[in-house]
């Protein structure tokens, strides 16, 4: 087992070709996300797992190498479960490759995991004109340094935690990401912001402040992060658990269709 430098993560870029699709990985690789990055053999990895930081596990290569699936087992257990923990998130989301379907049981305590269902969406054309839509009492503001300088906003914490966790710092999001937050009153409501970015692709996660929900107000916020990505040439992408039933319809709401269907593992503990 061999934990790489930041400047050797291309290394495991064509490894990573069944999960290529989940933004994630390209974004650790390229230095977007906060992540780590173990493999079977530095100079010539053939199996390597990516962990974001948060609850993303991935893993891909070959599957055949027991010892460095015990060794797996071991990272996880040992190492990346108490430091999550210490972060007080409460589970792992281990994706994996077809070739790992047999060694699950290697890698994890399998009474502690569940499968999740997860939808992969495309996006076609916004149907939401939010500008059009926003209440008077509301304003849209683009995330920026500036913006996190502000005192006077509620939840604004929120915000900040969700910049902290999936970016280096708010001039990387800034850079090379965006982000945008719905204010009503003296308060944020709603946030969307690139979570992962991996060249001209972004990956949005969402978040609306509890007492606010049912509002629309994250659909207006979501559907301004889309204007911004048409305006640049930029490609959205959206994915959420099946059982999430609210980011479902949301993403359909505001012009994402269906692409494909996966599933993952919880692990809990």
């Known amino acids: 087992m061999y934990k790489l430098n930041s400047y050797e993560y291309k290394k495991v870029e064509h490894i990573f070709k069944e999960l290529a699709f989940n933004i994630v990985v ?5 230095g977007n996300t906060p992540g780590e990055i173990y493999v079977d053999n530095k100079e010539n990895p053939k199996t ?14 070959e599957a055949y190498n027991d010892e460095f699936n015990k060794e797996i087992n071991r990272l996880i257990m040992e190492e990346l479960k108490p430091r999550a923990a210490q972060r007080y998130i409460p589970s792992f989301d281990l994706t994996y490759s077809r070739e790992f379907e047999n060694k699950l049981h290697i890698l994890l305590v ?20 939010w500008r059009e839509l926003i209440p008077k009492d509301c304003s849209m503001v683009i995330i ?6 502000r005192k006077d906003l509620k939840h604004i914490e929120g915000v900040k935690g969700w910049i902290d966790s999936f970016w280096h710092s708010p001039k990387d999001l800034a850079s090379n990401g965006v982000g945008y937050c719905l204010i009503k009153d003296d308060a944020v409501v709603s946030w969307c912001l690139s979570v992962f970015v ?11 402040v509890e007492q606010f929900r049912g509002n629309n107000y994250g ?23 099946d059982e999430n039933i609210p980011s479902n319809k949301l993403a359909e709401s505001i012009g994402f269709e269906r692409d494909f269907q996966y599933y993952i593992i919880n692990y809990s503990f």
Request: negative net charge; charged residues 25%; aromatic residues 12%.
């Open 26 to 30: 390209k974004s650790v690789i390229d």
């Open 48 to 61: 390597a797992l990516v962990w974001d930081m948060m609850a993303e596990l991935l893993i891909e290569g």
């Open 110 to 129: 399998m009474e502690n995991c569940t499968r999740v269902d997860r939808t992969a969406y495309r996006f076609n054309s916004l149907q939401v004109n």
């Open 144 to 149: 920026d340094e500036k913006f996190l300088e």
């Open 198 to 208: 991996s060249g001209s692709t972004f990956e949005f996660g969402l978040e609306t």
């Open 219 to 241: 659909k207006l916020t979501a559907a301004a992060c889309m204007e911004y990505c048409i305006s640049k040439n930029i490609v959205p992408f959206w994915q959420c658990n």
